[in-house]
């Protein structure tokens, strides 16, 4: 019989079917909400990702606090895909809930600052180590800001990327390697300009390409993940960073890093853990404990190229920053998120519980004789569906199955665990506890079962 990924085809076809009769059946106030509210959303929901999860139909929620997310019908899970990362630090942290609710009361958005704004300015000079910063809405805002900056500051229009990231909205990034040529991903809808033209596209880990693509010396800025984490996870392998790092600088380019999912490395981030050395940073998501906002920071240097790159400029619009960006809910948000929630002891809860998770996933998988890996950054892991991990995006990308994949969250939904819908990622949060994630190795032990049972 046909197999994929170590498991028989027939045997999958035979449990999704099951799987999809048990949710429908014991969700039908979901059902009917969902049935509401087709007529007035595209795809029947405000935001189309929300159809990516593995259910039948959109899943709505009542409420989540901590680790636990109830929705409509009353089923309680244990929430391991935390907003995919936006709620990283819990749902409803107590100390932001209080902020946003005392700030909310005393008014939302005025285009100025509040005190809040000079204590988490310092905060994140102290946690991350770049000493200027700005805020955004969102993470893909940030980075297209950096963008905007680092091309003014450097005068140079080239942007490089890694094979199979992702960066939020940033049209520039789309673009992949195929067959060793950049190509304009045909996904992305509506876009009329040719992103080859100012975006060069090598494979992560590959100094050797990195080095001959910088040697033109008309490359702006690097933007990476210090760890892939959108196309599967994809570790850097030991000394790449430093030897990257040195070839960016020795060619008169940047090193953005986009933290956005590393911060589960620790309290400062990927780059502070390891004693990386990036022109520029950017957090976003859970940087407001769920309220949108985001930051991204600058080196000195940077710093006062940007700036003279605005004073050199005709007056008018900079094209960045947009009217509710650093509003006074969102700076009360993070300054609790930053002050309260995300702390050293935090982090220290959330990478043990992490670690357990990892080690967990992997004697299930190895009871089952399956030939998938486990991968850890912090409190981030995911199982991946190959013996050994990726070393780049093509690599990572042929290990995705997105049939396997939904079918394994939407077990895991059944018995009362969620994982985020794209591939196979898992996060711990400062309210995940032990026995949560024993209810997440016992779920996944039994899925496993079933999905290699003769
Ligand atoms: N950067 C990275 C690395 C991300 O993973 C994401 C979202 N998954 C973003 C940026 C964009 O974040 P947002 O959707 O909040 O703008």
Redesign the pocket.
Known sequence: TATRNGLSDANLQRMAERERAHFVANNPRSQALAAQAAPHWLFGVPLHWMNDWSTPFALHVAHAHGALVTDVDGHTRVDFCLG???AMFGHAPAPVVHAVQTQMAKGCTTMLATADAAWVGAELARRFGLPMWQSAM????A?RFLLRWVRAATGRKKLLVFNGC????VDDVFVDLVGGKPQQRDSLLGQVQDLTQYTVVVEFNDLAALEAALAAGDIACVLA?PVM??IGMVLPEPGYWEAAQALIRQHGAMLIL?E??TLSSGPGGYAATHGLKPDAL?F??PIGGGVPC?VYGFSAELAQRAMQAKRDAPPGHSGIGTTLTANMLAMAAMRATLGEVATDTAFAHMLQLAGAMAEGLRASIARHSLPWCVTQVGARCEFQFAAQPPRNGTQAEHMLDSELEQLIHLALLNRGVMITPFHNMLLASPATTMADVHSLLSAFNDVLAKLTAP
């Not at 969102?138 to 805002?141: F, K, N, Q, R």
């Not at 992702?166 to 909205?169: F, L, Q, V």
């Open positions: 995919d990362t936006g969102t993470a893909s805002d980075n992702y960066h939020g909205t993940e984490t959108n986009d956005t999912h950017v976003g998501k985001a």
